[in-house]
Every structure is written in structure tokens, then in C-alpha cells.
């Protein structure tokens, strides 16, 4: 055998789809526009719970009954506390024969507002938020955000707020100073460029006018507050009850004259969701029951009880198993999930803090990640052979496009996902995901044709 054949048979690179597959560009083009409509729609994990159910009522999906009998080709969901939700559809084989589980997180790293968190300084208004989630904050400073949430009023009324995304709507700011005055800002670290209290958001510079000429001690908060209260019927006090974030405002939108990337907020991890999702609802009769998890707050731990810390995932499954006769234990047991999350793409500005031989591209197809982690995978799961060779094999089956990375180059950094919660319930779990450049700033980049391969991927481990 020459060392060209040599070479063909025992060495391996992942190719770029445009040149080994370029039929799927305006087939990946295609498909992404829907996936841009659910990133405007979906800017929270309350919004994203929201367009989720629409879809999947329109697709015939129906609320899990406790008291209903189910049969192959149902499909059914669960809402936990409109932050989460999982879908599924039910498979020909016996339940006891384990789930085909898919989870994907639908938080984003953004500004939450602080309790109380409206003040006015030397006749300007602004809101005082905390960050959520790994943020840069000096990325934040001079983006147009929009505001997104839900207030419970004093009398039990649910007011959901949205403003900054219509055409016309006011937005907001969080301002940073002028290069001629910077020198002593200059001076700081990048991660004290714009520290957290620095994160000041303006809400409105125009006094309230009294008629009657009294003195205000805040007039500009006072006339904001008044302009909410006329949109929501909310007063100050209202804020104690609330979850608001503010978010960028940024619409998406097709990156490059060839169009052959995203920018848009949120797409760590919408962009898994969303293909999760649409091959959830493409699944019909499949083997093995689906069991789509769109989660909440992986930014932040996978904490509280819309995580996937929690128990809810778990009872989910007790559920379905009870409706089957079937066994929580045995079920977990001989389930594969994937953790569809995303990994850092290769970016050749800051080629330093990667390793190009075990990182993820943008264009070669899905990432498969072994593990994540960081100081030695603390914090992974660690897929195994087995469970590695599974997903793989079904993937080259079905001639999707994938590629293997890791978070980075060893000692450089690293991260976690949902996999190490996953593997906590005694199932077998890998991460598969997109890569994504200038992961976590408030404009994320992804590819097309790897957005397209991760939805096939997703529709080939439901068949």
C-alpha cells in the first residue's frame, strides 16, 4: 500500500462541509431561519418555555396526564414552573429499554435586576442590576439592552414585561467612559474594566413635572417610574416580586457576505435547544422513547428547582415509568443522553489559549466533547468508550458531519454542562453540541452547517 492509501486508511481529520458536502449549504440556510425567529422570540428561559409550547402544541404535543394510557407515537410534555420543560415522544420499544434523553439549557448569561434595584444620581435614572452567569463585564458597557420579565403585583396579577424589542420601543444602556478621560480606567485589569456596580443601566434622564411646583426629591426616578406604571400598572415596590432581565437588544442576524454564520444573543445554549426541539417534534415512532429536557439556570450550576440539579428531570421519568409498569431504575439505567451544549470554536486571534489538534471549527459539523471540566476534568462526566462509540457510530450511520473538541488547551480554562447531573441518575451521557466563537459576550457567532449537522444529529440518535 502507497503512503497516500496508508495515509487514507489510518489517518483521520474532520473535512469542512463546504467542500465536502456544499448541498447542504442552502439546506443549512434554510433551516436556520427558523432558528433566528426562535433566538428574537426567546430571549428568556420563561420566552423560550413559551415558544416551545407553542410548538409543540401545533405539532400535536399534548400535557402529560398521570391518569391517561400512552401508546407508541404519542407525544407528551412537561412544564416545570415555565423555566423548564421536557418533551417526548413515545417509542415502539419497551420503556424498560431505556430513553433516548437529550438536554439542553435555555439561561443565558445576562443582567438580572437586583431586588431593589431602581435609583436615580445627579438627575439620571438607572437600574442597579447583578450579573448572571460567566459574563466579561466590560463587554456589556455601550450595548443596547431591551428589558424581559415577569412582575406578580400585590393583588396576585402576572404582568409580563417586554420592552426594547418592537420597532420604536425605548432601549437601554449601560454607558462607559469617554477614551480622553480613560487613563486611570486604562490603568485597570480587562476584568475591572467595567466592575459590577459599574453595570449602571440608564432608564430615563427627564424630570417628572409638578404642576404645583413642589419639590421632588427624585423627579427623574419618579417619571420612569411613572411611565412603568402606566405600561404595567407596577409600582417600585412591585420589583421585590419580580424576575427582569435585561438582555441585548440585538436582533439575529446572517454574519458574513457568503452568510455562513449567525450572530445573535443567547445562542449558548439556544442554539442546542432549538435543534433538540425540532428534531423532538420531527420524531415519529421512533425506537427508543425521546425525552427532550430544555433546562434552566446551567450558567449558573444547574441550581435551584428548575435545574438540572434538581429532582424534577428524575420525577419526569417516574412519571412515564409508572404510566408503563416500567421500572425508574431500569429505565435510567439503559438510557443515553446527550448534554447538548456548546463548546468554544477555534478562534485564530487567539490561537494561544487553544490546542488546534483537540479543538472544535467552525463548518466541520457538530462538536462531540469527551469531557469537560477544568484542573483535571474536574467537574465532567467523561463519556466512555462505550458510550463514545455508540453516538458515533450512529452519526457515521447517518452521515452527519461531526468533529471531536475540548474547552480550550489544558490549564488555559475550561467549563461544565448538564452531562455531570445526567451521569448522576445512572445514565450513560455525552456532550454534543455547536461550536461557537465569542462564546457568553452579548453577540455570539455559529455556523450554519453546524447548526444543520446538530439537528441531524439530534433526528438521527431519535430514530
Given at each position: 500500500?502507497?503512503?497516500?492509501?496508508?495515509?487514507?486508511?489510518?489517518?483521520?481529520?474532520?473535512?469542512?462541509?463546504?467542500?465536502?458536502?456544499?448541498e447542504?449549504?442552502?439546506?443549512a440556510?434554510?433551516?436556520?431561519?427558523?432558528?433566528?425567529?426562535?433566538?428574537?422570540?426567546?430571549?428568556?428561559?420563561?420566552?423560550?418555555?413559551?415558544k416551545?409550547?407553542s410548538?409543540l402544541?401545533?405539532?400535536?404535543?399534548?400535557?402529560?396526564?398521570?391518569?391517561?394510557?400512552?401508546?407508541?407515537?404519542?407525544?407528551?410534555?412537561?412544564?416545570?414552573?415555565?423555566?423548564?420543560?421536557?418533551?417526548?415522544?413515545?417509542?415502539?420499544?419497551?420503556?424498560?429499554?431505556?430513553?433516548?434523553?437529550?438536554?439542553?439549557?435555555?439561561?443565558?448569561?445576562?443582567?438580572?435586576?437586583?431586588?431593589?434595584?431602581?435609583?436615580?444620581?445627579?438627575?439620571?435614572?438607572?437600574?442597579?442590576?447583578?450579573?448572571?452567569?460567566?459574563?466579561r463585564?466590560?463587554?456589556?458597557?455601550?450595548?443596547?439592552?431591551?428589558?424581559?420579565?415577569v412582575?406578580?403585583?400585590?393583588?396576585?396579577?402576572t404582568?409580563e414585561?417586554?420592552?426594547?424589542?418592537?420597532?420604536?420601543?425605548?432601549?437601554?444602556?449601560?454607558?462607559?467612559?469617554?477614551?480622553?478621560?480613560?487613563?486611570?480606567?486604562?490603568g485597570?485589569?480587562?476584568?475591572?474594566g467595567?466592575?459590577?456596580?459599574?453595570?449602571?443601566?440608564?432608564?430615563?434622564s427627564?424630570?417628572?413635572?409638578?404642576?404645583?411646583?413642589?419639590?421632588?426629591?427624585?423627579?427623574?426616578?419618579?417619571?420612569?417610574?411613572?411611565?412603568?406604571?402606566?405600561?404595567y400598572?407596577?409600582?417600585?415596590?412591585?420589583?421585590?416580586?419580580?424576575e427582569?432581565?435585561?438582555?441585548?437588544?440585538?436582533?439575529?442576524?446572517?454574519?458574513?457576505?457568503?452568510?455562513?454564520?449567525?450572530?445573535?444573543?443567547?445562542?449558548?445554549?439556544?442554539?442546542?435547544?432549538?435543534?433538540?426541539?425540532?428534531?423532538?417534534?420531527?420524531?415519529?415512532?421512533?425506537?427508543?422513547?425521546?425525552?427532550?429536557?430544555?433546562?434552566?439556570?446551567?450558567?449558573?450550576?444547574?441550581?435551584?428547582?428548575?435545574?438540572?440539579?434538581?429532582?424534577?428531570v428524575?420525577?419526569?421519568?417516574?412519571?412515564?415509568?409508572?404510566?408503563?409498569?416500567?421500572?425508574?431504575?431500569?429505565?435510567?439505567?439503559?438510557?443515553i443522553?446527550?448534554?447538548?451544549?456548546?463548546?468554544?470554536?477555534?478562534?485564530?486571534?487567539?490561537?494561544s489559549?487553544?490546542?488546534?489538534?483537540?479543538?472544535?471549527?467552525?463548518?466541520?459539523?457538530?462538536?462531540?466533547?469527551?469531557?469537560?471540566?477544568?484542573?483535571?476534568k474536574?467537574?465532567?462526566?467523561d463519556?466512555?468508550?462505550?458510550?463514545?462509540?455508540?453516538?458515533?457510530?450512529?452519526?457515521?450511520?447517518?452521515?452527519?458531519?461531526?468533529?471531536?473538541?475540548?474547552?480550550?488547551?489544558?490549564?488555559?480554562?475550561?467549563?461544565?454542562?448538564?452531562?455531570?447531573?445526567?451521569?448522576?441518575?445512572?445514565?450513560?451521557?455525552?456532550?454534543?453540541?455547536?461550536?461557537?466563537?465569542?462564546?457568553?459576550?452579548?453577540?455570539?457567532?455559529?455556523?450554519?452547517?453546524?447548526?444543520?449537522?446538530?439537528?441531524?444529529?439530534?433526528?438521527?440518535?431519535?430514530?
Amino acid at each position: 500500500m502507497n503512503g497516500k492509501d496508508l495515509e487514507k486508511a489510518l489517518l483521520w481529520e474532520a473535512p469542512h462541509i463546504g467542500e465536502k458536502a456544499p448541498e447542504q449549504i442552502p439546506e443549512a440556510q434554510n433551516f436556520c431561519e427558523g432558528y433566528k425567529t426562535f433566538l428574537n422570540e426567546g430571549k428568556t428561559e420563561r420566552e423560550c418555555v413559551k415558544k416551545a409550547v407553542s410548538l409543540l402544541t401545533n405539532a400535536g404535543y399534548k400535557e402529560f396526564d398521570p391518569k391517561a394510557s400512552y401508546k407508541p407515537g404519542d407525544k407528551i410534555y412537561w412544564v416545570n414552573r415555565k423555566k423548564a420543560i421536557i418533551a417526548s415522544t413515545i417509542g415502539t420499544k419497551d420503556l424498560n429499554e431505556g430513553l433516548r434523553m437529550n438536554g439542553a439549557h435555555i439561561d443565558s448569561p445576562r443582567l438580572d435586576l437586583k431586588p431593589n434595584p431602581l435609583f436615580e444620581k445627579d438627575e439620571i435614572a438607572y437600574l442597579k442590576p447583578h450579573y448572571y452567569g460567566g459574563i466579561r463585564k466590560y463587554q456589556w458597557g455601550t450595548v443596547p439592552l431591551s428589558m424581559h420579565g415577569v412582575v406578580m403585583k400585590a393583588d396576585g396579577e402576572t404582568v409580563e414585561v417586554s420592552i426594547g424589542e418592537k420597532e420604536g420601543d425605548p432601549q437601554f444602556c449601560v454607558t462607559d467612559l469617554l477614551p480622553h478621560l480613560a487613563a486611570e480606567q486604562n490603568g485597570r485589569k480587562l476584568g475591572e474594566g467595567l466592575k459590577g456596580e459599574e453595570l449602571n443601566i440608564i432608564i430615563g434622564s427627564i424630570p417628572y413635572h409638578d404642576e404645583e411646583n413642589e419639590k421632588i426629591k427624585n423627579p427623574a426616578k419618579l417619571l420612569a417610574m411613572k411611565l412603568l406604571n402606566d405600561r404595567y400598572g407596577i409600582t417600585e415596590k412591585d420589583f421585590t416580586r419580580a424576575e427582569i432581565e435585561m438582555v441585548p437588544a440585538y436582533k439575529a442576524v446572517d454574519i458574513g457576505l457568503d452568510r455562513g454564520l449567525i450572530g445573535s444573543y443567547g445562542q449558548d445554549d439556544r442554539v442546542c435547544a432549538y435543534t433538540a426541539l425540532m428534531a423532538e417534534i420531527a420524531a415519529e415512532n421512533p425506537e427508543h422513547t425521546t425525552f427532550t429536557i430544555l433546562t434552566d439556570k446551567e450558567e449558573i450550576g444547574s441550581v435551584g428547582n428548575t435545574g438540572l440539579h434538581s429532582d424534577y428531570v428524575h420525577h419526569a421519568v417516574e412519571d412515564l415509568a409508572e404510566s408503563f409498569g416500567a421500572d425508574t431504575k431500569t429505565v435510567l439505567r439503559h438510557s443515553i443522553c446527550l448534554s447538548s451544549d456548546v463548546n468554544a470554536a477555534y478562534d485564530p486571534t487567539f490561537a494561544s489559549v487553544y490546542e488546534n489538534r483537540n479543538s472544535s471549527y467552525v463548518n466541520k459539523g457538530c462538536v462531540l466533547t469527551k469531557y469537560t471540566g477544568a484542573r483535571g476534568k474536574s467537574g465532567s462526566s467523561d463519556a466512555s468508550a462505550e458510550t463514545m462509540a455508540k453516538v458515533i457510530g450512529i452519526m457515521e450511520e447517518n452521515g452527519v458531519y461531526w468533529q471531536t473538541g475540548e474547552l480550550g488547551a489544558v490549564d488555559a480554562g475550561g467549563g461544565g454542562t448538564i452531562a455531570q447531573f445526567v451521569a448522576m441518575m445512572d445514565v450513560d451521557v455525552v456532550d454534543l453540541g455547536v461550536p461557537i466563537l465569542s462564546m457568553h459576550a452579548p453577540f455570539e457567532l455559529a455556523s450554519k452547517l453546524d447548526v444543520y449537522n446538530t439537528y441531524k444529529a439530534f433526528c438521527a440518535f431519535y430514530k
